[in-house]
């Protein structure tokens, strides 16, 4: 019953970001406000990447699901949980953290109200609030065996340096920083900022390695029971924009 489960939970997940992704990369092309998708469309924006990301994981997750006895511990799971471990859990994280701190100081630096006339608020919370439950979700889901933390922060710091370079590379192209936030920093300010945040997402990544391991040395029924109202809330949540 909890392999199923997992599995309506991976396939929901994967269907709800399918669906987000969709709608957004739809958005391309269509009149926006000035500077949102200039120059390299949605690719820009963290959060959209990071909704590309968690898509991938649990579409694999998915897969790996229908695999029979052995072969769900194939090289496929392997992977799943490295990227699960080492960037779905902690980016998906940081968005949500990052988004909302800066939007309750200052919306006009992370989201203006003029996006609220292209964008529902419903998108606004699949992209900067439902990925939190969903990543807190699988960690109930399954444990998740993580690699030696050396790899897994020089990963992690690769691809944000390959981030900073992209948008540092789109305001050099097109003279516009992806967030209207960052035009407020000096080239020192900038490079702060940036440590500041793997810093922080580093501690997201060591916060997820403990809770994967709290989580799973302690298995109590209460968690199955909790995993399985999630499952549940999450699948009718999921429906819920095919029908608006």
Known sequence: MTATLRAVFHISAFSWYAIVVNY???KDGEELPAGIFVYGGPWKYLTFLNLL?????????AVNDLQPGEKAKSALNRWKDLLFSVFAFPVGMFVVLLFWTIFAYDRELVYPATIDNFFPPWINHAMHTIVLPVVLGEVLVQ??????MKH???????VGLAYLSWIVWVYLTVGIWVYPLLRHFSAAGLLGFFFF???VVTLLYLLGDWINSHVWSKAHLVLNMVFNLFCVTFSFISLLPLFS
């Open 197 to 199: 945040n793997m810093t």
């Open 152 to 158: 897994a922060l020089a990963a992690l710091l690769v």
């Open 143 to 148: 444990p998740h065996t993580y690699p030696q």
């Open 24 to 26: 957004l990369a739809a």
């Open 53 to 61: 990301l968690q898509m991938t994981f649990f579409g694999l997750a």
